[in-house]
């Protein structure tokens, strides 16, 4: 026995047939990708990296005086 609610039922009894999902549409871009914002966790971690390298920076020069 198949059970269908009103809305499947109406789609099966239509004159029209099933209903069609509307096609996509393109973006107003053209198709392009647009530059989003970073996440924060995206932008957390490249803060990170970039006061990592400077330090990793002023070790390196710091450890060059000494020698």
């Known amino acids: 026995?198949?059970?269908l609610d009103s809305g499947q039922?109406?789609?099966?009894?239509?004159p029209q047939g099933p209903v069609m999902k509307r096609p996509?549409?393109?973006p107003p871009n053209g198709g392009k990708e647009t530059k989003t914002k970073p996440?924060?966790?995206e932008e957390a971690r490249r803060v990170v990296e970039e006061y990592v390298k400077d330090l990793l920076?002023?070790?390196k020069r710091l450890r060059g005086r000494l020698h």
Do not use: D, G, H, K
Request: net charge positive; hydrophobic share 55%.
């Open 1 to 3: 026995m198949l059970l």
């Open 24 to 26: 996509v549409q393109a």
């Open 57 to 59: 920076e002023m070790i």
């Open 9 to 14: 039922w109406r789609l099966l009894t239509s």
């Open 39 to 41: 996440s924060r966790t």
